[in-house]
């Protein structure tokens, strides 16, 4: 079993930055890829980026592509996503979630293990 807490989220004004962080306990030996989603009230779950288990490979959803940065420290077994210019539309609930896979994935149904999610609200 591997548990996933988030942190980091909160209010910010249109144009500002949050840095969330993931820390992982439990089974982490690995190998683990981590994602993360969001879920804004209404809307289905929705990927938002990913990164393989040795960290050097990443993926990023088109909405969010060269604004969202995702990384890890495995020594830490911490993943972040560091959000710049940030839009009133990427307020939601963020999760991060870990899969049993060297390779990350895109869909939700493919990862094993979940976060309880951070509340990111952005202001206009």
């Known amino acids: 079993q591997v548990q996933l807490v988030e942190s980091g989220g909160g209010l910010v004004q249109a144009g500002g930055s949050l840095r969330l962080s993931c820390a992982a306990s439990?089974?982490?030996?690995?190998?683990?890829?981590m994602g993360w989603f969001r879920q804004a009230p209404g809307k289905e779950r929705e990927f938002v980026a990913a990164?393989?288990?040795?960290?050097?490979?990443?993926y990023t959803a088109d909405s969010v592509k060269g604004r969202f940065t995702i990384s890890r420290d495995n020594a830490k077994n911490t993943v972040y996503l560091q959000m710049n210019s940030l839009k009133p539309e990427d307020t939601a609930v963020y999760y991060c979630a870990a899969r049993t896979s060297y390779y990350y994935a895109t869909t939700p149904k493919n990862y094993n293990y979940w976060g309880q999610g951070t509340q990111v609200t952005v202001s206009s």
């Open positions: 990164i393989n288990w040795s960290g050097d490979t990443t």
């Open positions: 439990g089974r982490t030996f690995g190998p683990y890829a």
